[in-house]
């Protein structure tokens, strides 16, 4: 049981590459989240899922997109990456009802823009 | 933005000593969680408390919720070096609300 994983752990862009984020969670669980972590910051949510093939978008979703095509599977591109989105990324997942809305977060993706 | 506030931003004590870190959110809210992260590590789900509860206690965790006031408190007794961490509080809004709104954290440093 490996939890939340997240791929990859480091990357580096320039201005103007895309890339995709991998999420995945072996717990079964329904809701999955993006967040972004900056110094002094807490998470700040980008976008979520409450299901296989549904998403929404959070607090700060500009310059992003999501897609859940497999319920254990979200997936968090950048289409054209800018410095700003320079941050460590953090994936989570949860049940939401019957008191199991525990988080399990993976272990983070460092991503620098340059 | 719909963040509050954790209070000390910064926290050093010294081993055995008890640490005592304040969360103050601005909405209406179902449940408050507190997480603990580890440096360059993904947070950790400490406990949750709901709306209707006042203090919850886990091993040497205690969570404290005022909904009159907006705040919450969570106190570690007997601190240890491996408590060492920055703790955020989080809630999640009323009914129909999927997302959890984290605090900006407290960096606690314990001293051997």
């Known amino acids: 049981n490996a939890g939340v994983t997240q791929t990859p752990k480091f990357r580096v862009l320039k201005t103007g590459q895309s890339m995709t984020l991998l999420c995945a969670q072996d717990m079964n669980h329904e809701y999955m989240y993006w967040y972004r972590q900056d110094p002094g910051m807490g998470l700040r949510l980008i976008h979520y899922?409450?299901?296989?093939?549904?998403?929404a978008k959070g607090e700060v979703p500009d310059g992003y997109n999501v897609s859940r095509l497999k319920k254990q599977n979200f997936l968090l591109g950048l289409e054209s990456a800018a410095p700003s989105q320079t941050s460590v990324y953090f994936c989570a997942s949860s049940f939401l009802a019957g008191g199991k809305e525990t988080q399990y977060f993976g272990p983070g993706t460092r991503l620098l823009v340059l | 933005s719909q963040q509050g506030e954790e209070d000390p931003q910064a926290l050093s004590i010294q081993e055995g000593e008890n640490a005592t870190m304040n969360c103050s959110y601005k909405t209406s809210i179902n449940n408050l969680q507190w997480y603990r992260q580890n440096s360059g590590r993904g947070l950790v789900h400490l406990i949750l408390?709901?709306?209707?509860?006042r203090e919850k206690h886990s091993g040497r965790l205690r969570v404290t919720l005022d909904t009159s006031k907006k705040s919450s408190s969570l106190l570690i007794t007997a601190s240890r070096a491996a408590d060492t961490a920055s703790y955020f509080c989080?809630?999640?809004?009323?009914?129909?609300?999927?997302?959890?709104?984290f605090g900006k954290g407290t960096k606690l440093s314990v001293i051997p």
């Open positions: 989080a809630w999640r809004a009323g009914a129909g609300s999927y997302q959890l709104t």
């Open positions: 408390i709901r709306s209707n509860e």
């Open positions: 899922s409450v299901g296989e093939g549904t998403t």
